[in-house]
């Protein structure tokens, strides 16, 4: 089955940058979008950006498109999310989602069908 590991996370100051990444394994990849997402304490899972089988399709919430790009790298099986200008409103668990599509990225968080356990970033002012 799907499987999705995330690593990248840890502790940044304000301004900082990190680069999270997501490992896939148990599918043809290239056959599947990728997205992600996020969760702070006691708040709802955030969408964040999502990029479909062929990387045709790329989105972005609006909170994050100047300053977070997603890819991938079909080759090797990894979705990349590059967080630049950090701030330390963007703590949370960062989680990553696949769901089968080719051509199409989705936002919604009911339509990914598999999760990766998350990776903490904490970014301190």
């Known amino acids: 089955q799907v499987q999705l590991v995330e690593s990248g996370g840890g502790l940044v100051q304000a301004g900082g940058s990190l680069r999270l990444s997501c490992a896939f394994s148990?599918?043809?990849?290239?056959?599947?979008?990728m997205t992600w997402f996020r969760q702070a304490p006691g708040k709802e899972r955030e969408f964040l950006a999502a990029?479909?089988?062929?990387?045709?399709?790329?989105d972005y919430a609006d909170s994050v498109k100047d300053r977070f790009t997603i890819s991938r790298d079909n080759a090797k099986n990894t979705v990349h999310l590059q967080m630049n200008s950090l701030k330390p409103e963007d703590t949370a668990v960062y989680y990553c989602?696949?769901?089968?599509?080719?051509?199409?990225?989705?936002?919604?968080?009911?339509?990914?069908?598999?999760w990766g356990q998350g990776t903490q970033v904490t970014v301190t002012s």
């Open positions: 989602a696949a769901r089968s599509s080719l051509y199409w990225a989705y936002r919604r968080r009911e339509d990914y069908e598999h």
């Open positions: 148990g599918d043809s990849f290239i056959t599947y979008a």
């Open positions: 990029i479909s089988g062929r990387s045709m399709s790329i």
